[in-house]
């Protein structure tokens, strides 16, 4: 079982920054592929960026130079940094941490979320 917990939501101005962080706990969080979702009003939960266990990163073309995924294993943390903030952006977002065990047994975690507002 791993545990899921966002923080860093919040309001800002479109052009500002937001650092989102999930912290994690429970299991070998460093084993896990992590990514980050967001979900908007009407809208369907999509991804924006994913960070592998070996530490690969990809992003959704919406954010792509704008966005960037960390992790700190010591920590069991994974961040996602935003910057150039849009108000398109607004949503909640969402972390997840995925693996695939022996037997294909499919291990999927979801956070509560946090939202995240761009508006002036």
């Known amino acids: 079982q791993v545990q899921l917990v966002e923080s860093g939501g919040g309001l800002v101005q479109p052009g500002g920054s937001l650092r989102l962080s999930c912290a994690a706990s429970?299991?070998?969080?460093?084993?896990?592929?992590v990514g980050w979702y967001r979900q908007a009003p009407g809208k369907q939960r999509e991804l924006v960026a994913t960070i592998r266990s070996g530490g690969s990163a990809a992003y959704a073309d919406s954010v792509k130079g704008r966005f960037t995924i960390s992790r700190d294993n010591a920590k069991n943390t994974v961040d996602l940094q935003m910057n150039s903030l849009k108000p398109e952006d607004t949503a909640v977002y969402y972390c997840n941490a995925f693996r695939v065990g022996v037997f294909n047994r499919k291990y999927d975690y979801w956070g509560q979320g946090t939202q995240v507002t761009v508006s002036s």
């Open positions: 429970g299991s070998i969080f460093s084993i896990y592929d």
